[in-house]
């Protein structure tokens, strides 16, 4: 970990739980279209109608799989931003600003139940490029959980 994330650690709390609730949003949303999609078995007999169907369940199932993975990461990261919010004596729906640079404000807070709750309040103008900075691309990993055809 670099200096400049040990800084910001709770802001990077607060953007990570931010980007797993979209991603968790995708995630469901892809899990509810291969369930409503899914291909029924109304006594086929054809040994091939039922790969697709197996084909079928099992990308279903692999949509719930990483749908669950998802919720399970939102909540532990949940946890450690309530984890700090105690430590501060933060009393709930006390709504913290949370500026990420170059790409949006969050606005958090924790309610009467100590559910997180976060909203992306705008969008932000990307930082300016620095020449005596490298910046290495990271490729996003919501993507790892596509269906590869061939498998």
């Known amino acids: 970990m670099n200096l400049e994330s040990k800084k910001m650690e709770f802001t990077n709390y607060c953007k990570r739980y931010y980007e797993l609730l979209q991603q968790w949003d995708e995630l469901e949303n892809k899990f509810e279209a291969r369930l409503e ?26 949509a719930r799989a990483a749908a669950d993975e998802c919720i399970k990461t939102l909540q532990q990261t949940a ?17 913290l600003t949370c500026e990420i640079p170059g790409l949006y404000i969050l606005q958090l807070w924790m309610d009467d139940e100590q559910a ?3 909203i992306k309040t705008h969008d932000l103008a990307p930082l300016e ?23």
């Open 37 to 62: 999609n899914a291909i029924p078995y109304t006594g086929q007999t054809d040994v091939g109608e039922l790969d697709a169907i197996i084909q079928c369940n099992r990308r279903i199932q692999k």
């Open 129 to 151: 490029e620095d020449e005596n900075i490298i910046t290495i691309p990271f490729t996003d990993s919501r993507n790892d959980w596509e269906d590869d055809e061939d498998n």
């Open 116 to 118: 997180i709750n976060c």
């Open 79 to 95: 946890g450690t931003i309530t984890l700090i919010l105690q430590y501060f004596e933060i009393p709930p729906n006390t709504c």
